[in-house]
Protein backbone atom coordinates (compact mmCIF):
# COMPACT_ATOMS: atom_id res chain seq x y z
CA UNK A 1 0.00 0.00 0.00
CA UNK A 2 1.25 3.56 -1.18
CA UNK A 3 1.58 6.28 1.49
CA UNK A 4 -0.01 9.60 0.48
CA UNK A 5 2.73 12.18 0.83
CA UNK A 6 2.27 16.37 -0.22
CA UNK A 7 5.51 18.23 -1.25
CA UNK A 8 6.22 22.01 -2.09
CA UNK A 9 7.70 22.89 -5.15
CA UNK A 10 8.05 26.12 -6.87
CA UNK A 11 5.03 26.86 -9.68
CA UNK A 12 8.18 26.49 -12.43
CA UNK A 13 9.75 22.76 -11.36
CA UNK A 14 6.16 21.91 -11.10
CA UNK A 15 5.19 23.11 -14.37
CA UNK A 16 8.37 21.03 -15.66
CA UNK A 17 7.81 17.94 -13.67
CA UNK A 18 4.47 17.60 -14.98
CA UNK A 19 5.95 18.45 -18.45
CA UNK A 20 8.23 15.35 -18.01
CA UNK A 21 5.65 12.87 -16.59
CA UNK A 22 3.65 13.39 -19.20
CA UNK A 23 6.40 12.71 -21.71
CA UNK A 24 7.43 9.38 -19.98
CA UNK A 25 3.47 8.38 -19.27
CA UNK A 26 4.03 8.68 -15.72
CA UNK A 27 3.00 10.75 -13.07
CA UNK A 28 5.01 13.42 -10.64
CA UNK A 29 4.72 11.00 -7.86
CA UNK A 30 6.11 8.24 -10.36
CA UNK A 31 8.82 10.54 -11.74
CA UNK A 32 9.77 11.02 -7.75
CA UNK A 33 9.70 7.31 -6.57
CA UNK A 34 11.75 6.47 -9.62
CA UNK A 35 14.48 9.19 -8.88
CA UNK A 36 14.44 7.99 -4.96
CA UNK A 37 15.00 4.41 -5.80
CA UNK A 38 18.08 5.22 -8.37
CA UNK A 39 21.66 4.67 -7.51
CA UNK A 40 22.17 8.30 -7.78
CA UNK A 41 19.80 9.52 -4.86
CA UNK A 42 21.01 7.13 -2.81
CA UNK A 43 24.85 8.16 -3.24
CA UNK A 44 25.55 4.68 -3.97
CA UNK A 45 26.11 4.68 -7.54
CA UNK A 46 27.81 7.23 -10.54
CA UNK A 47 25.67 10.31 -12.17
CA UNK A 48 24.76 10.11 -15.38
CA UNK A 49 27.48 12.05 -17.11
CA UNK A 50 30.07 9.87 -15.33
CA UNK A 51 28.30 6.78 -16.66
CA UNK A 52 28.69 8.13 -20.20
CA UNK A 53 32.42 8.97 -20.36
CA UNK A 54 34.12 7.05 -22.62
CA UNK A 55 31.18 6.01 -24.19
CA UNK A 56 31.76 7.81 -27.72
CA UNK A 57 34.15 8.45 -29.82
CA UNK A 58 35.16 11.20 -32.08
CA UNK A 59 35.70 10.68 -35.72
CA UNK A 60 38.72 11.16 -37.04
CA UNK A 61 38.93 12.95 -40.55
CA UNK A 62 41.27 14.39 -43.08
CA UNK A 63 41.39 16.39 -45.56
CA UNK A 64 39.92 15.40 -48.81
CA UNK A 65 37.99 12.35 -47.46
CA UNK A 66 35.38 14.42 -45.42
CA UNK A 67 33.20 17.62 -47.52
CA UNK A 68 32.14 18.93 -43.48
CA UNK A 69 35.70 18.70 -42.48
CA UNK A 70 36.99 20.22 -45.66
CA UNK A 71 34.41 23.26 -45.23
CA UNK A 72 35.15 24.11 -41.93
CA UNK A 73 38.78 23.80 -42.43
CA UNK A 74 38.24 26.49 -45.45
CA UNK A 75 36.47 28.53 -43.22
CA UNK A 76 38.23 28.36 -40.01
CA UNK A 77 41.64 26.90 -40.16
CA UNK A 78 42.98 28.21 -43.10
CA UNK A 79 41.57 31.83 -43.50
CA UNK A 80 43.87 31.99 -40.64
CA UNK A 81 47.07 31.87 -42.16
Known sequence: MKTRVTITLDPE????????????????????????RSPQASGKGKSLVDEMLGSGRLRVSKR????LYDELHKRHIARRR
Not at 17 to 33: F, H
Open 64 to 67: GQDP
Open 13 to 36: VHVQAKRTARMRRTTVSGLIEVFL
